[in-house]
Nanobody, 124 residues
Framework: VQLQASGGGLVQAGGSLRLSCGAS????????MTWFRQGPGKDREFVAG??????????DYEDSVKGRFTVSRDNAKNTAYLQMNSLKPEDTAVYYC????????????????WGQGTLVTVSS
């Protein structure tokens, strides 16, 4: 499956953005879709994931984004989303979507397919 992430940009602290991850070339519902991010000088870290059809669309979040970010998917549109509210400067990073035919893994090396990344910059 090929992934294309979009929706990044510059936003002030407290603002919102919605990222999208479009998929092609595979059966979208059979993939768990997960968002990672990589800030300057940092390792790539898990943000949020939404499970494949086997998991009934279960979601999981990294603690620092719980209550602020919402991950979702629209299987009819082959697209996953990350709605980000109450953004903070520490959310500044390149955000990547990834896909795997399995459960929501928090470790990036479990993922077979990656989008190209979209930059989110949150100004204070």
């Amino acid at each position: 499956v090929q992934l294309q992430a979009s929706g990044g940009g510059l936003v002030q602290a407290g603002g919102s953005l919605r990222l999208s991850c479009g998929a092609s070339g595979g059966t979208f519902s059979s993939y768990t879709m997960t968002w990672f991010r990589q800030g300057p000088g940092k390792d790539r870290e898990f943000v949020a994931g939404v499970g494949w059809s086997e998991a009934g669309g279960r979601t999981d979040y990294e603690d620092s984004v719980k209550g602020r970010f919402t991950v979702s998917r629209d299987n009819a549109k082959n697209t996953a989303y990350l709605q980000m509210n109450s953004l903070k400067p520490e959310d500044t990073a390149v955000y990547y979507c990834a896909a795997v035919q399995g459960p929501i893994y928090q470790a990036p090396w479990n993922y077979d397919h990656w989008g190209q990344g979209t930059l989110v910059t949150v100004s204070s």
